[in-house]
């Protein structure tokens, strides 16, 4: 009966830790995806103010 029981507990937790590294997983990828796209975000933003201020600069020349 006992092994019955290591067994069971054995199965579960496996299925829990599994469950828990997906979870743990899916996070992390995600996390990872928003600060790439606002990094990204920021760069665009910086692209159009450098834009800004060379043509701002050719037209005082």
């Given at each position: 009966?006992?092994?019955?029981?290591?067994?069971?507990?054995?199965?579960?937790?496996?299925?829990?830790?599994?469950?828990?590294?997906?979870?743990?997983?899916?996070?992390?990828?995600?996390?990872?995806?928003?600060?790439?796209?606002?990094l990204l975000d920021r760069y665009a933003q910086?692209?159009?103010?450098?834009?800004?201020?060379?043509?701002?600069?050719?037209?005082?020349?």
């Open positions: 009966m006992s092994h019955l029981r290591r067994s069971t507990f054995i199965i579960g937790f496996v299925i829990a830790s599994l469950t828990a590294l997906m979870i743990w997983y899916y996070q992390k990828s995600t996390s990872v995806e928003e600060g790439a796209l606002d910086a692209q159009a103010r450098l834009g800004e201020l060379e043509a701002h600069n050719k037209t005082k020349s």
